[in-house]
C-alpha cells in the first residue's frame, strides 16, 4: 500500500523566513496530494493542493512542488507569520482514500 | 468547501462503556470519512462510509468496535464501543470534496478513564 514520509517533524523559523516541509509517497499511481493545517484543538484545514499533472502550484505565500520522478512534494511557506504556527500534514491519493504523512509542527517566532 | 460540524466536541466517558459520535454536513456528499488522532500523531482512516451501503473497514478495524451508520447524505455516525484508555483519541469525520478533495470536521476529543 501507499506510504507517505514527512520530514521534518518539527521546524522552527523567525518571523519573516521561509519554511519547507517535504514529503515522499511510495505508490506511483498516487495522483492527488493535499496539505493540511491543524491548529490546537481543531479539525485539519485544507491550505492546498496539487495534481499529478502539474508541477507547481502557489495561493500567496505558500506553495507547493511536486516531482513525480522522485515521487516526492513540498510546502513552501515565505514570510511566515506567527499565525502560520501549526501542524502541517502531507498526504496523497491512494485509490478512494488520503494516506496522511506524520506531521510537521512549525513554530514561528516573533 | 462543505461546513461539517461534529458533536460532541468532547466527552469523558468511563471504560467499558460506548460513545456515539454525530457528523453533519450542510450538503449533501457521496462519501464520508472517519478518522482517529491520537495524542500527537497523524491520521489514520477508520472506515469510508457511503450512503446505503457498509462501512468499509481499514486494517485494524472492525465494525464490533466501531459500527458506523450513514442513514442519508448528510449525516453519519461513529459508535465506539466498550472503550478502553487506549481509545482517548481526536476522532474526526470528514467529506469528499470535487475529485478527492476531503473537508474535516472539528473532531471529537475522547477521554477514557
Known amino acids: 500500500g501507499e506510504n507517505v514520509e514527512q520530514h521534518p517533524s518539527t521546524l522552527s523559523v523567525q518571523e519573516g523566513d521561509s519554511a519547507v516541509i517535504k514529503c515522499t509517497y511510495s505508490?506511483?499511481?498516487?495522483?492527488?496530494f493535499p496539505w493540511y493545517k491543524q491548529e490546537l484543538g481543531k479539525g485539519p484545514q485544507l491550505i492546498i493542493d496539487i495534481r499529478s499533472n502539474v508541477g507547481e502550484k502557489k495561493d500567496q505565500r505558500i506553495a507547493v512542488t511536486l516531482n513525480k520522478t522522485a515521487k516526492h512534494f513540498s510546502l513552501h511557506i515565505t514570510e511566515t507569520q506567527p499565525e502560520d504556527s501549526a501542524v502541517y500534514f502531507c498526504?496523497?491519493?491512494?485509490?478512494?482514500?488520503?494516506?496522511f504523512g506524520t506531521g510537521t509542527r512549525l513554530q514561528v517566532f516573533p | 468547501s462543505a461546513v461539517i460540524s461534529q458533536k460532541p466536541s468532547r466527552d469523558i466517558c468511563q471504560r467499558g462503556t460506548s460513545l456515539t459520535i454525530q457528523c453533519q454536513v450542510d450538503s449533501q456528499v457521496t462519501m464520508m470519512f472517519w478518522y482517529r488522532q491520537q495524542p500527537g500523531q497523524s491520521l489514520t482512516l477508520i472506515a469510508t462510509?457511503?450512503?446505503?451501503?457498509?462501512?468499509?473497514?481499514e486494517s485494524g478495524f472492525v465494525i464490533d468496535k466501531f459500527p458506523i451508520s450513514r442513514p442519508n447524505l448528510t449525516f453519519s455516525t461513529l459508535t465506539v464501543s466498550n472503550m478502553s484508555p487506549e481509545d482517548s483519541s481526536i476522532y474526526l469525520c470528514s467529506v469528499d470534496g470535487q475529485a478527492d478533495e476531503q473537508y474535516f470536521g472539528p473532531g471529537t476529543r475522547l477521554t477514557v478513564t
Open positions: 505508490d506511483s499511481a498516487s495522483n492527488y
Open positions: 462510509a457511503n450512503q446505503g451501503s457498509e462501512a468499509t473497514y
Open positions: 498526504a496523497a491519493s491512494y485509490t478512494d482514500k488520503l494516506i
